[in-house]
Structures are given as structure tokens and as C-alpha cells.
């Protein structure tokens, strides 16, 4: 059975900074590609980051490029999602999923969290 954790939401007032991790337990090789969105209230669910060992990239969405780190630490299978500089606008659901195969280019993510909140005040 494939679960997949996320933790360190919160709040924080903008310009903080938050680190959300993603803990993924069962049958999910390192070489998952694994990612994070968010979905804010009224609002579509959106992709913020990915991340693909196998093939050694990264993805960040435009709205958070400069701000936003995704990172994965392959021995404990954890993806973290640094988000510096926040802003209102980031505040929403953030959700980590993993994907059926390696890469993330048209990834399948089948695999998804129950979701941490952020929460970023002005």
C-alpha cells in the first residue's frame, strides 16, 4: 500500500519562509518522480514543483521560481518543498503526489497526500 504524508504547513506573514516535507512509504523506488501542488480556495488545482531523479531534473512553476526549492533526500524517500519570500498568493492547500514512473514529463500522478496548509498574511 503506497501512502503519501505531507507536514509543515502553517502560517507565517509574508516575506517568512516555510519547508514542507513529503513522506512517501510502500512500494515507491527513489527514482519516482514526485511532485507538489497547491489549490487555493475557488481556485484550480495548480503544479508548483516536480521533481525527477532519473532524469535529474527539476520543474518550477513560473509564480515561484527564485523562491521556491524542491529537493528529495533519496535515503530517507522525503521530498522537500522550500518556500522562501512568501506571498498572499501562495497561500492554499499544498498537496505532494507520486507519479506511476520515473520521469515527470506527462507523469501520471497517481499516488496523492492529504494535503498541509499554507496560510501567508499580509
Known amino acids: 500500500q503506497v501512502q503519501v504524508v505531507e507536514s509543515g504547513g502553517g502560517s507565517v506573514q509574508a516575506g517568512g519562509s516555510l519547508r514542507l516535507s513529503c513522506a512517501a512509504s510502500?512500494?515507491?523506488?527513489?527514482?519516482?518522480?514526485m511532485g507538489w501542488f497547491r489549490q487555493a480556495p475557488g481556485k484550480e488545482r495548480e503544479g508548483v514543483a516536480t521533481?525527477?531523479?532519473?532524469?535529474?531534473?527539476?520543474y518550477l512553476a513560473d509564480s515561484v521560481k527564485g523562491r521556491f526549492t524542491i529537493s528529495r533526500d533519496n535515503a530517507k524517500n522525503t521530498v522537500h518543498l522550500q518556500m522562501n519570500s512568501l506571498k498572499p498568493e501562495d497561500t492554499a492547500m499544498y498537496y505532494c503526489?507520486?507519479?506511476?514512473?520515473?520521469?515527470?514529463?506527462?507523469?501520471?500522478?497517481?499516488?496523492w497526500g492529504q494535503g498541509t496548509q499554507v496560510t501567508v498574511s499580509s
Open positions: 510502500g512500494y515507491i523506488p527513489s527514482s519516482r518522480c
Open positions: 503526489a507520486a507519479a506511476r514512473g520515473s520521469s515527470c514529463r506527462g507523469a501520471d500522478f497517481a499516488y
Open positions: 521533481i525527477s531523479i532519473a532524469e535529474g531534473t527539476t
